[in-house]
């Protein structure tokens, strides 16, 4: 059954978020050999798709990101994590496009994943959750978008994850990606992003509260692990300058230091608080699928150990964007994603953005990056015949 | 009383390391106003003094180092942490020179730290250690160089926190140093150095082991949470390229992805040997000790945070070095240092070494900082009037 295309085009409350539920019949099978169902996909949609079904975007989100790119968050009350990108007259240009963020498979958003009820035990899934992969998240969003009746996706775009999801669907399904946007990203995960992962799964699981990954049985969440683990994830997300500038040695609310393990320092006081906050709106066990799909990720090997294989004869237009100052996903792996679309013939711009903000420049104003996106975008729809706004709604 | 010269030039058996005791009648008051009493500081020697007393060189050591520079480590039977620097006829020559490395104050190893029993109470000092900073450690120092009879050192060298404790000594005592060798280090922790610290501090704390670090009287440790300190601290310690060279996606023993949470990758069964083994060796509290000490130190502001002041009129002759792949203390902090030195009018050479091994190239055998070492202290010892080695014994 093919939805009408007006039907995402409102913004549901929180208690009717949209959804979609694939059966028993038909369940995701994993790349490790799992089957998850029934599986529902939570997402949201922004703008409103047109008659030739053409202009559909589809947002990938970050590890702990959400299909809440351009909407408050139901949980935390906060914008959208892609608000400044997202909306009427903006790059994502919600007047022209029709944007779709889901959230990935394994995550606790409204999307199936280790916190969801198992149908065949009647009890949260905890670690009987089938480990996912980049792909299986991308297997599940081509459900979805099958689902909305879409058969071939204007643009495809992400940062960091998301941009291994975009990465993703351009080699799975050439036909249905026009044009591809990864951020931020990597073609396959290194030794230092899996050594920072393990220990953030390591920090979930030394936590007596992690039950095993049964927690949710016990009526306990392991927080003290998962705070320390958005804590030591988030110094990755951050440049040294940026903390520098942010914060340097200031001291928080005092005039000297205390001598003592209180948090003297700002920074301090800023990790303890993001580790708290993260706790509010994350399940532990969703922390540990996500970070090991990444973990998994390594696109050239799907493809004999050659990545340009990944993408031979696409049709696809990419737009590849790095920051200079981001350590986790440098600059240098998003060299080697345009190397390899270069090598297999593919259609590619590549920009490195200067800034100092680190990995997290991707989710904030950085003006090149806007131009950017908004060049691509703009570009890339009349190349596909989508009509330009021409009067914007009051 | 002043020992004989040749005193300490025999290697002890473990249970009769050196050490010397500082009763309750000399004190040692901290930067935070607290007091140690009495206090006992372990520590090693290597080679002999020589008649004028002006052979002297103290090893400073890093944040999880201790006294055994060049001897075989009592608990783990590992050889010393700076063995490819330190012996008969390497750069810091035990033939020529005489080698003494203390554990510092706030440590595990022999010197007076929380885990050591506080006279006023009978327990474990835990918490109630006084919080000591960089410069306690090195007044710890002078008293055990006091004790020895030695006025004025030949040289002062370190890295990482032990460099930290060369700019102090350097500045607190100038005219007590005639060389100074502050290696891959800075002169005061920056908010990323800061932060990562903080990390590992929650990390301990969140294990409910830790009993508020009361620990030691309740007979228990918190080694998953200090387990996890280290993981994430070892990560720092090493470049991105030596993880990708060392371990890359490398698999641990299996031809294929497990799909699990298991150590699949070389990278996660390395991290996790190396936080086991830490806490073999290392007490928590005095990682929280230590850590802190690292992030007040900020030289500059104790003279009025103007670094060159600190070395204003310094007779010392500095050879500061860096590595280029340090990313935890950068070449950056290293010109920092150098620059003021400048400004203060110092002697100062300075080496960017090239190495691709990250922080932990300085505990490492890397030619070009091996004859920088070797270059400088021979330069040294020659102005300094210390004969040189014509035999070398068998």
Redesign the interface.
Known sequence: MTPSPQSFDSAPTVSERPSVVFGLDQPLV?????SIAPLTIGFETYGALNSARSNAILLCHALTGDQYAASVHPVTGKPGWWDVLVGPGLPFDTDRFFVICSNVVGGCMGTTGPASINSATGRAYG?DF??VTIRDMVRAQAMLIDRLGIDMLFCVAGGSMGGMQVLQWAASYPERVFAAMPIATAA?????N???H??G???V????DWRGGRYLDEGVRPE??L??AR??AH?TY?S?QA??R????KLQARAA?T???D???Q??SY??HQ?LAFVERFDANSY?FVT?AC??F?LAADYGGSLARAFTGAKTRFCVISFTSD?LY?TSASRAIVHALNAGGASVSFVEIASDKGHDAFLLYEPDFFATTRGFLESAARARGIAPVTARRS
């Open positions: 994993t790349d490790g050999g799992g670690l089938p480990v396959r995960h290194s030794s230092q899996i050594a920072f393990e220990v799964r390591q920090a699981m030394a936590d007596p003290k692990g705070a320390v804590m030591s110094i951050l040294e903390l520098q942010k914060f340097g040695r230091p001598f003592s393990f948090a003297d320092f920074i301090e990790l303890r580790g540990l090991r973990d998994y390594d350590w440098p």
